[in-house]
Each structure stands twice: as C-alpha cells, then as structure tokens.
C-alpha cells in the first residue's frame, strides 16, 4: 500500500476532527506547490486576495465566498501547526459530550459568526484588513465543550493537571491583552469564535441546537456522494443453502477481523497496523 492510499485509508475511518485536520492542511499544501510549481509570488498569484475575507464591503459582496474559505486558508506553516494542535485537542474533548454532526456544525457556525463580526467591526472603523486562518472555529469548539464541562480535569505537559475552564480562560485572557497590540483583526475573530461557542451551549441546554440545520446540509452532502446500489443479478436455484451458509461464515470472518484490527487502532492507533492489515482494511472500505 503507497502513502496516497494510507492517507486515503485514515481519512475513510478518521472522524470529523481528523477530516477538518485532512482539509485544512490539503488547502495549505495545494496553494503552497501551486506556488513553487508556477514560480510565482502573491504579488502576481495573489490567492489571499480571492479567498481570505475583506473587510472592505464593496470587495466582500463580488467575493462572498470568502466568509468560508477564509477559516480553510492560514498565514504559514507555523499558524497551520498551532491551529491543528489545538483542533486536535479541542475536538476529541467536544465528541466526549457531542455528536460529530454538532462538532462540524459547530466549527462552519463558529467560523461564519467569527468572520461576520469581523467583517462589520472593521468596515464600522474604517480599516481594511484580510482575515484567514482557523482560530475563531476552533475557539467556538474550545469554548462550547469548556462552557459544557468547566471542571473536567486535563493533564498539560510541564504543567500537570488543571481544569478545562483554567485553560479556555487563559487563551481568551491573552486575546483580549493583545488585541489592542496587532493582529487585531485574528484577535477579534477568536473572541467572536469564543463567544458563539458560549451562546450555542446555553441555547442547547434550552433546548436549541443551532447544528441541525448544518447537521442536515451535511447527511446531504454524504447521501449524494454515496454510490447507487446496483440492481443485483438474479439468483440461481442451484445449491442455495450451502452458498448462503459459505457467505455466512465469511462475512462473519471478515467483521470479526474488521473488529480486531478497529479495537488495535482504538488502542495504539492506526500506524501500529501492519502492512497486512492495512491493505485489508483498505479493501474492506472500498
């Protein structure tokens, strides 16, 4: 198995963390060897300028696109790492309490609402400015799952354990100091991000889940690029409960397999496979 079908394989059983984590860094490395590959720099290939989001309104209403976009784009290597990181942590706490499908809505919403006020807080001030990067969908998730369960308790290398409230304080406390210093623009969408992540979880606690409607435009999305079940060839008569008996024994083999090697990722996860097993499991998903 070559690395394109590993890949394929851990995006096929990764959650919706790790495909948000796929998508984000596939943006990254396509405009990164788009660049290289053309020889161009963004004063020539300016693709910030097609997919970041504008602050300037008049530049927002031709390219409305970029209130999504923006949250798949980030400034540098560094930026992306960060993000991700956090993502990663922030995401397997929320699906403790949460449904994927209330993850990624949350991520779309809190990324959207974080981009709005960013667009409008700007344009009120008169400044134009650019915004990419993930941080105001992330921090939604951070703080939706910290507004849920304050008090769960996490273990932080070189710190040890604290509470979840202690760390969502912290990294909102630092972007409320450093707004006023630079990059306020990333500033501010990380608060709004905060904010939305708040609001959702008092609202679902009433019984509101501003998800569903995201929830729903994604099984449509999955519907549509599931394959047609073909119409099967009719059977023949010949043999038939030993055939059916054969397939049963099969299938049981193969699930009991499939159930093995999902306990060992589970457990130590998918790179302690081997080469055998991936290429099963490969097979299995086709």
């Given at each position: 198995?070559?690395?394109?079908?590993?890949?394929?394989?851990?995006?096929?059983?990764?959650?919706?963390?790790?495909?948000?984590?796929?998508?984000?860094?596939?943006?990254?490395?396509?405009?990164?060897?788009?660049?290289?590959?053309?020889?161009?720099?963004?004063?020539?290939?300016?693709?910030?300028?097609?997919?970041?989001?504008?602050?300037?309104?008049?530049?927002?209403?031709?390219?409305?696109?970029?209130?999504?976009?923006?949250?798949?784009?980030?400034?540098?290597?560094?930026?992306?790492?960060?993000?991700?990181?956090?993502?990663?942590?922030?995401?397997?706490?929320?699906?403790?309490?949460?449904?994927?499908?209330?993850?990624?809505?949350?991520?779309?919403?809190?990324?959207?609402?974080?981009?709005?006020?960013?667009?409008?807080?700007?344009?009120?001030?008169?400044?134009?400015?650019?915004?990419?990067?993930?941080?105001?969908?992330?921090?939604?998730?951070?703080?939706?799952?910290?507004?849920?369960?304050?008090?769960?308790?996490?273990?932080?290398?070189?710190?040890?354990?604290?509470?979840?409230?202690?760390?969502?304080?912290?990294?909102?406390?630092?972007?409320?100091?450093?707004?006023?210093?630079?990059?306020?623009?990333?500033?501010?969408?990380?608060?709004?991000?905060?904010?939305?992540?708040?609001?959702?979880?008092?609202?679902?606690?009433?019984?509101?889940?501003?998800?569903?409607?995201?929830?729903?435009?994604?099984?449509?999305?999955?519907?549509?690029?599931?394959?047609?079940?073909?119409?099967?060839?009719?059977?023949?008569?010949?043999?038939?409960?030993?055939?059916?008996?054969?397939?049963?024994?099969e299938k049981n083999v193969n699930q009991k397999k499939i159930?093995?090697?999902?306990?060992?990722?589970?457990?130590?996860?998918?790179?302690?496979?081997?080469?055998?097993?991936?290429?099963?499991?490969?097979?299995?998903?086709?």
């Amino acid at each position: 198995m070559n690395i394109i079908d590993d890949l394929k394989a851990q995006y096929k059983i990764g959650g919706v963390v790790q495909k948000l984590i796929f998508w984000n860094i596939g943006v990254f490395v396509f405009f990164t060897l788009l660049g290289v590959f053309l020889g161009v720099t963004n004063t020539v290939f300016d693709y910030y300028n097609v997919l970041a989001l504008s602050s300037n309104l008049d530049l927002f209403v031709t390219r409305f696109w970029t209130l999504f976009t923006y949250m798949f784009l980030h400034a540098g290597f560094l930026h992306l790492l960060f993000n991700m990181m956090v993502l990663h942590f922030a995401g397997r706490l929320f699906e403790t309490y949460f449904t994927q499908k209330q993850l990624f809505g949350v991520y779309i919403l809190g990324g959207l609402f974080s981009g709005l006020v960013f667009l409008f807080s700007f344009f009120l001030i008169g400044k134009e400015v650019r915004l990419v990067g993930a941080s105001g969908a992330i921090m939604a998730v951070l703080i939706a799952v910290a507004t849920y369960s304050p008090f769960m308790q996490i273990r932080l290398m070189l710190i040890g354990t604290v509470k979840l409230w202690h760390v969502a304080f912290v990294i909102v406390f630092l972007d409320l100091i450093q707004m006023p210093l630079d990059n306020s623009g990333g500033h501010l969408a990380h608060l709004a991000g905060a904010l939305f992540g708040f609001v959702y979880i008092r609202l679902l606690q009433n019984g509101i889940d501003l998800t569903k409607g995201i929830s729903k435009i994604q099984e449509f999305g999955e519907n549509i690029s599931k394959p047609k079940t073909k119409t099967p060839f009719k059977k023949v008569h010949v043999n038939k409960q030993k055939a059916t008996t054969f397939t049963t024994n099969e299938k049981n083999v193969n699930q009991k397999k499939i159930d093995d090697i999902l306990d060992k990722i589970s457990q130590s996860g998918y790179d302690c496979l081997s080469k055998e097993e991936k290429e099963f499991l490969f097979k299995v998903g086709k």
